[in-house]
């Protein structure tokens, strides 16, 4: 099923540059992120990219970073992204042949 990239006003576009990374498309959203189809530059791969958004309690600037609504949203904005990357290192100690890499 394909997913538009326009469907949340809050989502990276097509062509948006990350690192060496290149937004291709939105392949998701949940209630705490976006997730993204990409293109690994450096090793001509496609990738998956999952970004911290919660879109009850930030939302994106111009420049495009993710911002709380509000000063009385930042407490929770920052207990999210620290359990958001907690759990993406957590994913990271796994490998095992059923399960995707997480880096």
Wanted: hydrophobic residues 40%.
């Amino acid at each position: 099923m394909s997913v538009s990239p326009t469907f949340n006003l809050n989502a990276l576009r097509h062509g948006t540059e990350l690192h060496w990374y290149t937004i291709d498309r939105v392949l998701g959203q949940g209630a705490f992120g976006i997730t993204y189809l990409a293109t690994d530059n450096n090793l001509h791969r496609p990738v998956a990219i999952k970004e911290y958004m919660p879109s009850s309690l930030a939302s994106r600037q111009d420049n495009g970073t993710v911002v709380p609504l509000s000063q009385r949203h930042q407490e929770t904005f920052d207990l999210g992204m620290r359990s958001f990357i907690n759990e993406a290192r957590l994913l990271a100690q796994f490998d095992h042949p059923s399960l995707l890499k997480v880096y």
